[in-house]
């Protein structure tokens, strides 16, 4: 069934701390009027997460300022060899000071600790990351790429939880053009033509527990711009759903979705091939899983199990007046189960 409750422009909280409204837009149309939170500073969750790759190569950076922990991470994904370097440092009590941006339009974000150094640079939705890891895997790690907008339509979503004054307003912004390199040690990489990315944007109050699924794909492929944004898990849906499709400067909306996991021995099994559909039969896609990025942290009040896959996407979409033909492209799909 589609979920089409289209937002309208204004604030995404009342003078009570609770949405004013609750569905999708493909621009960020509300305001993040942070000073109407009427939660903890403790409970107030906000990232920036960029993903950027071709298929060589991928990197995952990210800043995090969740109120009692903040995180500074980076991912480095070497796809023909299947291995993952990873780096990250949390730290304490950050309560707002990385000063995240309400909106991801405009404003930089930087962080800085030992042995990282992360800055998120946004020129009116140009956006440079300058990263710099002293220490990953034994080797010294730096990104330094700019991020150009191929649409002027993202996935833009306001989710409420059965809880008061607890939500989630989240900005996918798909099929970003990548320009640029990375160093890790003696290896200068720079990434070549088919190189995209995506920004995770999020702002919210959360529940203590959650589960969410989220697939993205960014490329081009026979011509067109082709990415999605693809997900359920947590909190009210029946408003709207995230499932979005991009082509060239089409957005085509889609209902719920089904990430269909492979079991073995009555436990999933993350890297034999999915299948992905909605519940109209209008997507239908084939993931074939090349490499895990699997974390499980259990840390007294705090624990997490993600399995972030990364793979090659075949199938077709359907929308009103064409079908989308997807062939060997490559993206990721994750199941996370987080207690935060």
Known sequence: MRKNNLLSPGNLLDKNGNLTEC?????????FNRENLKTSKLKLKQWDYYYLGDENFGVAVTIDDNGYMGLTSVSLLDFKNKIIYEASKMFAFPLGKVNMPVTSETGDVSYK????????????????????????????????????????????IVTPFLKRRHFYYNQKINNLKVSGHFCFGDLKYDFNQTAYGVLDWGRGVWTYSNTWYWSSLNGFENGHHIGFNLGYGFGDTSNASENIVFY??????????????????????????????????????????????????????????????FGYFNGEIKTKDKIIKINHLLGFAEKVKNRW
Not at 277 to 302: C, Q, S, T, V
Request: with cysteine; aromatic share 12%; glycine share 6%.
């Open 23 to 31: 569905g999708y837009s493909t621009s960020l149309v509300k305001n």
């Open 248 to 309: 060239d400067q089409e957005v085509c909306k889609f209902g719920d979705i089904v990430f269909d996991i492979p079991k073995e021995n009555n436990k999933l099994n993350f890297i034999k091939p999915w299948k992905i559909y909605d519940d109209e039969g209008l997507i239908n896609l084939n993931f074939y899983p090349i490499i895990d990025r699997h974390a499980k942290i259990n840390a007294l009040i705090l624990g997490q199990d993600s399995h972030q896959v």
């Open 113 to 156: 600790q030992k042995g990282f150094d992360f800055n998120f640079y946004n020129n009116n939705g140009s956006r440079h990351l300058v990263c710099k890891v002293d220490n990953l895997k034994g080797k010294e790690f730096s990104l330094d790429v700019h991020l150009e907008k191929t649409t002027p339509h993202s996935m833009v």
